[in-house]
């Protein structure tokens, strides 16, 4: 039963990742997300067969030692986004779904920080310490400047136009560069992780 609660807490905070890239999409001029549906909180749309439901619970059964996952990536199209803007629009909408996870683990760190001053139930501290650990997780995971996640947008929306065929050339080996990230980058950004898990809560984690 705790392996389906952790997926499901997972897949809130992926969903909630996705929502916002979409979201700042729309408001720079882009409907597309809209369009298809994808502004919404309903899980279901969202949903990757593989890395929603088939991958958390591999790492799960396999004690993998953490938890990952993603949903279906917002379709965002930059066309759509005035010329004068696209630069801004684009860094903005890559690090939607980084602040958005940070701001859901700040949110719930708050209330284990405020178990030093009233009583709060164990359990709620365990699932708020879960639902922080998890969503600085994404948000430090979809930093590392690799496509497809967030960290490639953001570099290339702060480069000069003449690195846009270095980006071209990362998007062509997007699925062998994402599968060594999502495999061999956990030792490198596990201590990044853990350390700001302990500066919001003022905890350790226990896997």
Do not use: C, Q
Not at 164 to 181: C, D, G, Q
């Amino acid at each position: 039963m705790d392996s389906i609660f952790y997926i499901l807490i997972l897949i809130i905070s992926v969903v909630a990742h996705e929502v916002a890239h979409g979201y700042v999409a729309f408001k720079f001029g882009d409907y597309t997300a809209k369009m298809a549906g994808r502004l919404t909180i309903n899980p279901i749309p969202h949903l990757d067969l593989f890395g929603s439901i088939i991958l958390p619970i591999i790492l799960v059964v396999t004690n993998a030692g953490f938890l990952f996952g993603w949903a279906k990536p917002v379709p965002v199209n930059s066309a759509n986004f005035a010329p004068g803007v696209r630069k801004r629009a684009l860094f903005f909408v890559s690090i939607a779904g980084i602040v958005v996870n940070l701001l859901i683990a700040i949110f719930f760190s708050l209330i284990i920080r405020a178990s030093a001053f009233f009583v709060i139930s164990s359990s709620i501290i365990e699932i708020s310490a879960l639902i922080v650990f998890l969503n600085i997780l994404l948000a430090v995971f979809n930093a590392v400047p690799v496509p497809p996640l967030d960290g490639s947008g953001i570099l290339f929306s702060l480069l000069p136009d003449r690195f846009s065929r270095f980006e071209k050339l990362a998007s062509a080996y997007t699925l062998p560069l994402f599968i060594i990230v999502v495999f061999f980058i956990w030792p490198v950004i596990s201590p990044i992780v853990f350390w700001i898990f302990n500066l919001m809560t003022g905890i350790s984690f226990n896997l």
